[in-house]
Nanobody, 128 residues
Framework: EVQLQASGGGLVQAGGSLRLSCVAS????????IAWFRQAPGEEREGVSC????????YSMASVKGRFTISRDNAKSTVYLDMNALIPEDTAVYYC?????????????????????WGQGTQVTVSS
């Protein structure tokens, strides 16, 4: 059974930092690109960052570039999202998901319909 377990969320003041983790099991981790998505109350889910399986390529949405960094440790079947300079607009439930199309981020990289095996999400709340 494919499982993705996200953790690391919490309440942080604006300007603060958090590190999210997503531990995967039930599939060959380094055969799939992994992405982080987020969904704020009343909003549609949006893609945040994607990481290829093996070559270090990453892609992030414009509003988080320079603040968020996605990385992965294939030996631990874990993907991370380091979030710095957080702003209230980053408040959302954050999810990780696997690409349906193998080890490279799909095109477009952050289209949610191109991902499956969603984790349960972790809440990030940024206070002003």
């Amino acid at each position: 059974e494919v499982q993705l377990q996200a953790s690391g969320g919490g309440l942080v003041q604006a300007g603060g930092s958090l590190r999210l983790s997503c531990v995967a099991s039930g599939f060959t981790f380094d055969d799939h690109a992994i992405a982080w998505f987020r969904q704020a109350p009343g909003e549609e889910r949006e893609g945040v960052s994607c990481a290829n399986a093996k070559n270090g390529y990453t892609y992030s949405m414009a509003s988080v570039k320079g603040r968020f960094t996605i990385s992965r440790d294939n030996a631990k079947s874990t993907v991370y999202l380091d979030m710095n300079a957080l702003i209230p607009e980053d408040t959302a439930v954050y999810y990780c998901a696997t690409s349906k199309f193998g080890p490279e981020c799909p095109a477009p990289a952050l289209a949610s319909k191109l991902y499956d095996s969603w984790g349960q999400g972790t809440q990030v709340t940024v206070s002003s």
